[in-house]
């Protein structure tokens, strides 16, 4: 038959729905009921409404290629450190990014609010991008456990600068004050490499 999984359907679909009305308020047979299905299904699917938040919040990520891009930016060596950072915050910031930085950020809420509810999100979150940047910090010659410290920096000051952008919309302004920011993270990068 050659059609799409069912499961792989209601993903697409569930990622449509809380892109447009994101998850406040939301319950399992609301849904259900928005994508055309019942919540014994999407339970049967995603085993409980935090896991389907989670997948759903995965695959609304897939539909923003400049967040992807900007990320790949960090993986390139043979472009200076400080340009990559700025072009991986370019591509977080992307004016396309915004349904889905305002989605992220509703699940973050709801997920240090309901302690052990999102565990697997909150791992991903406090982890993914600090492991990648501390991977590309360490390609540059800076050893592990201080790669490690100033890629936590790093993402704490990315997630900063999206609530800013969030807050104020002015996305000139807060690319402008991370440029400086990102030149001196280049600068202690290369001191932590030359020791």
Not at 7 to 36: K, N, P, Q, S, W
Not at 37 to 53: A, C, P, V
Not at 56 to 76: S, W
Not at 126 to 141: C, F, I, P, R, S
Request: aromatic content about 10%; hydrophobic content about 50%.
């Amino acid at each position: 038959m050659g059609g799409e999984p069912e499961r792989d359907r209601l993903l697409r679909l569930i990622a449509d729905y809380v892109l447009e009305h994101g998850i406040a308020g939301m319950t399992l047979r609301g849904l259900g009921a928005a994508i055309g299905t019942n919540n014994r299904m999407l339970l049967y699917y995603f085993g409980s409404k935090e896991q389907l938040i989670g997948q759903a919040l995965a695959e609304a990520a897939q539909r923003f290629p400049a967040f992807t891009a900007g990320m790949a930016a960090l993986d390139d060596p043979g472009v200076p450190l400080v340009d990559r950072l700025l072009a991986a915050w370019r591509g977080i910031a992307a004016r396309e990014n915004l349904p889905f930085l305002q989605l992220f950020f509703e699940v973050f809420g709801q997920a240090v609010h309901n302690p052990g509810r999102f565990d697997d999100f909150l791992a991903r979150v406090g982890h993914d991008w600090t492991n990648q940047v501390a991977k590309a910090l360490h390609a540059e010659g800076i050893p592990a456990a201080e790669a490690a410290a100033l890629a936590r920096e790093i993402v704490a000051v990315w997630r900063g600068l999206q609530f800013d952008l969030l807050s104020t919309g002015d996305a000139d302004a807060v690319a402008a004050s991370y440029a400086g920011t990102a030149a001196a993270f280049a600068e202690r990068c290369k001191a932590a490499a030359q020791r």
